[in-house]
């Protein structure tokens, strides 16, 4: 039996050193180098060319070395009927919450107000509001979701969840479905996305949403590129609609050099960096799952392809 690693970005040595360390009768093989197609028996992938997927007559699951799944499921070729498994946790929360925390208070202490004075060597300060006047809205309460939610809570912000189910968080006031949206944004000042992408959640980053936000307000997108209409937001922030947005997904990544958001005074690009997977982290949870499937158990974060997450 052979377990595949198929990545466009990420090393595969430290996953052939885990998986030498868990199961030492298993070969290993990184992509484009499939060895014999026939004897791969587990896939562990991260944006994988499109169509390497194909063609592999005994593959038993596709193991996600992160949680979203979006740019596995849009390859053509994946095969239909081997399940697909996604990180549930793996160490991601914590960064998650960290890099939203940052943006929340970026945008609170008026910190791009400074750094712009410190160019021009201007002592000036700004009156700010307290944290409990910064009402903050987290689109999405997965495991993710609630996580950053309760983290940012804790700082003493009124805190906002929605999400298409309601999901009870504890310290957070609950939102749901397309009649909880509005309200959900009328209160929010900083709406952070950790939506998956799917069909339902595509685009959902609009003009429409950003109106139904109070004016100020403040946009920070850590779910997927793909939920952003990029024309959309740059309207809102030359019209004053928002007045500000801090990026770390993108529909194109990485982000190509000539995209308006590199140079408009309004956002603060990061390259995907808000929660990056680390094999330490995450390999005991993928040998877990490989583990349940040889013995023939369902695996922890089974991707549902209908609602794509």
């Known amino acids: 039996m052979t377990i595949l690693f198929c990545s466009d970005s990420e090393p595969a040595e430290p996953w052939r050193l885990a998986c030498a360390r868990a199961f030492p009768d298993m070969a290993f093989c990184a992509w484009p180098d499939t060895g014999s197609r026939d004897a791969i028996r587990y896939a562990l992938v991260w944006r994988q060319p499109p169509g390497s997927l194909a063609r592999l007559p005994n593959l038993k699951a596709i193991l996600v070395l992160g949680a979203g799944v979006d740019s596995v499921l849009s390859d053509p070729e994946l095969p239909a009927d081997v399940p697909v498994v996604r990180l549930v946790d793996a160490g991601l929360p914590g960064p998650m919450a960290e ?40 689109m999405g309460l997965g495991v993710i979701g609630a996580f950053v939610a309760q983290r940012i809570a804790a700082q003493g912000y009124p805190v906002a969840g929605w999400s298409r189910s309601g999901k009870s968080v504890e310290g957070v006031e609950v939102f749901a479905g397309a ?46 590129g793909g939920h952003m209409v990029d024309a959309d937001l740059i309207a809102a922030l030359d019209s004053g609609q928002l007045a500000g947005a801090m990026l770390d997904v993108f529909e194109q990544e990485p982000l190509p050099a000539m995209h308006p958001f590199w140079r408009h005074p309004k956002v603060i690009v990061t390259p995907h960096v808000a929660a990056p997977t680390l094999a ?3 390999e005991a949870q993928v040998i877990d799952n490989i583990r349940r499937l040889e013995r023939g158990e369902p695996p922890l974060g089974l991707v549902d392809r209908d609602r794509g997450y």
């Open 99 to 138: 890099y939203a925390l940052y943006a929340v208070l970026h945008f609170q202490r008026r910190m791009a107000d400074y750094f712009e004075q410190q160019r021009t060597a201007v002592w000036r300060r700004h009156d700010e509001l307290l944290a409990r006047r910064w009402p903050v809205g987290v």
């Open 179 to 224: 009649t909880g949206f509005d309200p959900f944004l009328a209160r929010t000042r900083v709406l952070l996305n950790v939506l998956p992408l799917t069909l339902d959640t595509r685009g959902i980053l609009n003009s429409r949403t950003f109106t139904a936000m109070p004016r100020g307000g403040y946009v920070v997108n850590i779910g997927r």
């Open 280 to 282: 330490s982290e995450s």
